[in-house]
């Protein structure tokens, strides 16, 4: 569809003269043309991702999944505020048909073109759809979930495994399962509603909503999401589980999901779940969810670990050190989430100095150590971590390495580690449940210091080659 050109609709007061509208027409109901939301939200690298003119409050996704045919049916119910007023607008889907549609219950015309569904609304709900108003649109699909080939070549969407599947999002693929605004900067709650053969473990985000219900051979679960989630780290993992379920003190949920042939190899990590996430408690802030654990995997199911929200995904057993850096994930990615995929550093650089700090406490490794590593090693240094040269680098070395690097820098410049963990603190808590850019952690250093750190900035941050070690 040609978002170019809005569509004008031919209403009972375009018989009016053009003056006596102007008169007319009350302020807030009927009278104004909505106009089509954008198609993406112009995210530096992915421009598509994400749509213009709503704000997505909470997915109620419904699946029926066969894994043996690799197929599902589903049903997405989406709450969401016009922050236009809107005649149309679009959700991000890869793949699959979609069956049928409607908005605030009114049959919706549907389009599509490439990773863009259109919905448009009938005349009488186009005139609700003003800004500010929360609408409820409703999605009915089908097919083949279908895996996405990254920009890197790494795989992400839905991959097939062999007594299941699962769908993981970094950064894109999270639209192969569901339609939806699938840039970061919205975020949502979710209630997932999943249903597989019986004997099968259907495993997502958040705590059980209940217990898992049978009936002629199929079990349904429900899980549900109570704090925003970014659409890249909703998941969902199908297939032969061993779970366990505990509460840690203070009344969070842990539940974990391993393979039953990995089981054996994971069992020792795994169990370190809650002290990890206690030990990042101590250095974070407060745990930003009701729920954790993990999701493990046998190793061919995945090529990476990803951070999925209160339930980290391993491609096999974790290292402790994986775990560390998945579960600082959720107060840096997860709970603070980037603004654009731009700001990814934020993400890699704090999951990775956790790392460095874990090592440090824990294995006698200080941080000046894995700092002075990571500046010797060259791939570290092919481009500024605030600035991937492409879509494809987003995840490359530097975002990591040198992202690890700028928070050493920082903890050195305020030369007290006291203050450099309540630096930290105090940024999990300004930005809880939000999004953040680089320029608004450039700013909350700055002033939470008191330092002018323009320096540590240029050089460490946005400068393309290897300064000295000290400078
Ligand atoms: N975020 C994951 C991690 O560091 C790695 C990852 C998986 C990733 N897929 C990605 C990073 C896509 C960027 C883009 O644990
Ligand atoms: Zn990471």
């Known amino acids: 569809m040609d978002h170019r050109t809005p569509v004008r609709r031919r209403t009972a007061r375009a018989a009016f003269p053009l003056l006596a509208l102007a008169l007319l027409a009350p302020a807030c109901s009927g009278g104004v043309e909505g106009r089509p939301g954008a198609a993406g ?63 605030e219950g009114r049959p919706a015309a549907v389009n599509r073109a490439g990773n863009e569904l259109t919905l448009r609304t009938e005349a009488e709900v186009e005139d609700r759809l003003h800004r500010g108003e929360t609408f409820r649109a409703v999605v009915r699909y089908s097919g083949s979930p279908k895996t996405v080939t990254d920009p890197d070549e790494s795989e992400e969407g839905w991959l097939p495994t062999d007594d299941g599947a699962v769908a993981l999002g970094e950064p894109t693929g999270s639209m192969a399962w569901f339609p939806g605004n699938h840039h970061p900067s919205d975020k949502a709650a979710y209630d997932l509603t999943v249903t597989v053969p019986e004997g099968l473990t259907a495993v997502s985000n958040g705590v059980l909503a209940g217990p898992p219900a ?4 199929r079990t349904t679960f429900r899980w549900h999401t109570a704090e925003p989630m970014a659409s890249y780290l909703a998941t969902l993992a199908i297939g032969r589980f061993e779970t366990k379920t505990s509460t840690m003190p203070g009344g969070v949920t842990v539940f974990t ?97 956790a790392e460095w700090l874990w090592e440090e406490e824990k294995e006698d490794t200080p941080a000046a150590e894995s700092f002075r590593d990571a500046y010797e090693d060259e791939d570290n240094w092919a481009f500024a971590p605030a600035a991937p040269p492409s879509a494809a680098r987003i995840s490359d070395d530097p975002v990591y390495g040198r992202g690890a690097m700028v928070i050493h820098k920082i903890r050195e410049a305020v030369d007290d580690d006291e203050e450099f963990f309540a630096l930290l603190k ?20 700055e002033q939470a210091t008191g330092q002018d750190l323009s320096g540590l900035w240029k050089t460490w941050l946005y400068g393309g080659s290897r300064p000295a070690a000290n400078g």
Do not use: C
Request: glycine residues 8%; charged residues 20%.
């Open 257 to 353: 999901a391993v393979d039953p042939e990995v089981a054996k190899e994971s069992a020792r990590t795994v169990a370190r779940v809650p002290e990890i996430v206690a030990w990042e408690t101590e250095h974070f802030g407060p745990y930003p969810f009701s729920a954790t654990g993990a999701i493990v995997e046998r190793e061919d199911d995945a090529g990476y670990a990803l951070e999925t929200q209160t339930r980290p995904f391993f491609p096999g057993p974790p290292s402790a050190g994986l775990l560390v850096h998945e579960m600082a994930h959720q107060w840096f990615g997860d709970s603070v989430t980037p603004e654009s995929w731009r700001d990814m550093w934020l993400n890699e650089g704090l999951a990775t100095y």
């Open 41 to 103: 939200v112009r995210d530096p690298y992915f421009p598509k991702l994400g749509n213009g003119g709503y704000d997505v409050s909470h997915y109620a996704i419904t699946l029926d999944v066969d894994p043996a045919g690799q197929t599902l049916r589903g049903t997405v119910e989406i709450t969401a505020r016009a922050t236009q007023d809107l005649s149309s607008f679009n959700l991000d889907l890869a793949g699959l048909t979609v069956d049928s549609a409607t908005v």
């Open 426 to 445: 105090g940024w999990t808590r300004k930005y809880r449940h939000g999004n953040a850019s680089t320029a608004d952690f450039t700013a909350y250093v």
């Open 214 to 217: 049978t009936k002629k051979g």
